[in-house]
């Protein structure tokens, strides 16, 4: 296997683990906020916000992965 073809598996691999991992801390952390309203619908306003910038937090982890996986197969060394 040429060094072109690993890269293109890993990227994928990598890609896809942390498109997983992050869906899974989405998810976790909505629960969760979800269960916090539940529990003091007064605190809704802080608590969404605060649920927003850990969205935020988790979702720049797969994009930083698809810009290292788009180096790795384009970038010739």
Do not use: C, Y
């Not at 952390?29 to 309203?37: C, D, K, Q, Y």
């Not at 619908?41 to 797969?62: D, N, R, T």
Request: net charge neutral; hydrophobic share 60%.
């Amino acid at each position: 296997m040429d060094l072109h073809a690993a890269a293109m598996i890993g990227a994928g691999i990598a890609a896809g683990a942390a498109a997983l991992g992050a869906s899974l801390g989405n998810g976790n952390v909505i629960s969760r906020t979800l269960e916090g309203v539940a529990r003091q619908p007064e605190a809704k306003g802080a608590l969404q916000g605060i649920m927003f910038i850990g969205v935020g937090l988790i979702e720049a982890l797969p994009l930083l992965t698809w810009v290292i996986a788009l180096l790795m197969v384009f970038v010739k060394g």
